[in-house]
């Protein structure tokens, strides 16, 4: 029963265990938004972070807004670049290529998705181009341009353009870490070796550092990654595995030497037996190859990633395991868990990062006293659930609409029963090219699920309602809107020209 002496009592200590992106996004945020609390970071320097997770959704920019981060500092700080969306490469037949870029495609018709006009146009056979060209993200990125959206011209079609970034995650963590302690938050190294439990109510009373200093808290934060020291190891809240549905278990990272040009998209390549990162940014290339563990070993797979660097290696191969799925409950007791140590899907749609943005957004919305009350903790775990399983469905969408058979990592992918929810959405579409948003709290919009479908393969037909407008007004919508964009795009500046003009990082990170 809960103790309602201490309902109406407000916490007076939160403290973060670990200070990876998790930690210092964490620090950063509730430092800045709270006043009267004292929040303490424990991070271990011998143990370290992942060192992984440079790239993002546009919704990163929410976070520093309520961050109260500068955007031109904090790419500066970080060595950072812009995003505009995702280059797809070989994920449909081996030998293809398409954008999934945030922001819009084109214009509506009326109540019709522009995408619709285009399967008619394709249908009848009117030359047509790719639909990448119809979307300002995707025809922008591909040129290696890069703008700022005007606000002050909210019809413009620049205002369309939606962006994330690209940032070395050290020195982010960094700048994160300097912004939160200059706002009072305490930061204690070492390593834990030990988690105490209050013997009544189970909460973690104290954690134990390995030369005996002990650090306790009214709610711990875990952000010790992928270990889930507090959520996984003190209290025992178990993992559910989505291994069935997402096989990747295993990455190798390297960084390379830059190229020209600078690219303002991330660019995804498949592979044999999983798939390529290539993530820009001003100092050098992030690169990882992301794969099956059952299927190759990592020396193959670190000859595969080697091969096909576009500059010269910076470091050797860095493993990464990690197991797809999400905790069974990110909030036990006073124990929020935060990052990996709350799930970890895959990094193939940059969410993880987003993920922690939303537990941290979420944990400040259902903020507790010290009654700790059960409902703000179920509703944050069924958020939590919500969302993960969210993004588990649009990645696995990637996956299962290929047409890749040739390998047996493609042909189980293809062939592998998915869950009720993606299935369901996936014959709509491939039976009239329609979707729906079924929740406000969806990640992503009809754009993306678009893109990545179409870019794939799907639909097979399209909206009858595209057959009540004249073909020859379809086809003159749609070739106005591609002229639009193409001059638009045109006409923007070069990506590398506008870091260099306007947030251009000191020549050493350090
Ligand atoms: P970590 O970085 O592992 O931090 C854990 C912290 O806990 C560290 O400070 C560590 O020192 C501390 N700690 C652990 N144990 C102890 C102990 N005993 N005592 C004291 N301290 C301890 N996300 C994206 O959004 N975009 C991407 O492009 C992307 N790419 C990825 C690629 C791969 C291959 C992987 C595996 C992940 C990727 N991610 C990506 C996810 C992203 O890396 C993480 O979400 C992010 O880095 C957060 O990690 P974290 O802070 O939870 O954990």
């Known amino acids: 029963m809960t103790d309602t002496t201490r309902d109406n009592v407000p916490l007076e200590t939160i403290t973060i265990v670990g200070g990876g992106t998790a930690g210092w996004m964490t620090a950063a945020l509730l430092s800045h938004v709270f006043r009267g609390y004292r929040i303490r970071l ?49 994920w449909r037949d081996g030998n293809d290529r398409y954008f999934h870029g945030f922001g819009r ?42 703008c700022f959206p005007d606000p002050r011209n909210p019809g413009s079609p620049i205002s369309g353009i939606d962006y994330a970034y690209h940032f070395d995650a050290s020195l982010l963590a960094r700048y994160l ?22 013997g009544e109510s189970g909460h973690v009373a104290h954690v ?12 711990f934060v875990d952000c010790s990654g992928m270990r889930g020291l507090l959520i996984g190891q003190a209290l025992g809240v178990g993992y559910e ?20 040009p600078l690219t303002p998209y991330t660019r995804v390549t498949a592979r044999d037996h999983g798939w390529q990162w290539r993530i820009p940014l001003q100092h050098r290339i992030g690169n990882g190859h992301v794969f099956a563990s059952a299927q190759i070993s990592d020396d193959a797979a ?38 990996l140590s709350s799930g970890f899907l895959e990094p193939l749609e940059s969410t993880s990062i987003h993920l922690i943005q939303t537990g941290i957004t979420k944990l400040i919305g259902l903020f507790p006293h ?68 079924r929740a406000a709290a969806e990640l992503f919009r009809e754009e993306s699920w678009v893109q990545v479908l179409m870019g794939q393969g799907l639909p097979v037909a399209y909206d009858p309602m595209v057959e009540m407008i004249p073909d020859e007004t379809v086809a003159a919508f749609l070739h106005d809107t591609e002229e639009v964009i193409a001059d638009v795009a045109r006409a923007m500046p070069d990506h590398a020209d506008f870091i260099a003009r306007y947030c251009k990082a000191p020549l050493s990170p350090n």
Not at 56 to 70: E, N
Not at 177 to 197: N, P, S, W, Y
Not at 241 to 260: I, K, M
Not at 412 to 418: A, F, G, S
């Open 42 to 90: 424990v991070e271990s320097d011998e143990i370290g972070i992942i060192g992984v997770g440079e790239a993002t959704i546009p919704a990163i920019r929410d976070y520093m807004a309520m961050a109260g981060i500068d955007q031109v500092e904090m790419i500066r700080a970080s060595q950072a670049t812009f995003k505009l969306g995702i280059d797809f490469v070989n």
């Open 105 to 146: 495609i084109g214009q509506d018709f009326m109540w019709l998705h522009p995408h619709q006009l285009w399967l008619r146009l394709k249908r009848l056979g009117v030359p047509i181009r790719h639909l990448d060209d119809y979307a300002l993200n995707c025809r922008a990125g591909m040129a290696n341009k890069f």
């Open 177 to 198: 870490r300097v912004r939160a302690e200059a706002k009072g938050v305490e930061r204690i190294e070492g390593r834990i070796v030990d988690t105490k439990l209050d």
């Open 208 to 219: 134990v550092l390995a030369d005996g200093r002990t650090v306790d808290g009214d709610l």
């Open 241 to 260: 595995d989505w291994n069935q549905w997402l096989l990747n278990d295993r990455a190798l990272a390297v960084p390379c030497e830059s190229v020209s």
């Open 302 to 339: 670190a000859a595969t990633l080697l091969a096909n660097l576009d500059g010269k290696p910076l470091a050797d191969p860095r493993a990464v395991a990690f197991r797809p799925g999400k905790r069974h409950k990110a909030w036990e007791k006073n124990v929020v868990a935060i990052g």
């Open 370 to 437: 010290r009654g700790f009350a059960a409902p703000d903790i179920a509703e944050y775990n069924r958020q939590h659930d919500f969302e993960f399983t969210d993004v588990r469905d649009f990645i696995v969408a990637h996956y299962k609409v290929t047409e890749r058979e040739d390998t047996e990592y493609w042909r189980y992918l293809k062939h592998m029963p998915i869950p009720d929810s993606l299935a369901e959405r996936l014959d709509l579409f491939a039976s009239s090219g329609r979707f729906f948003r």
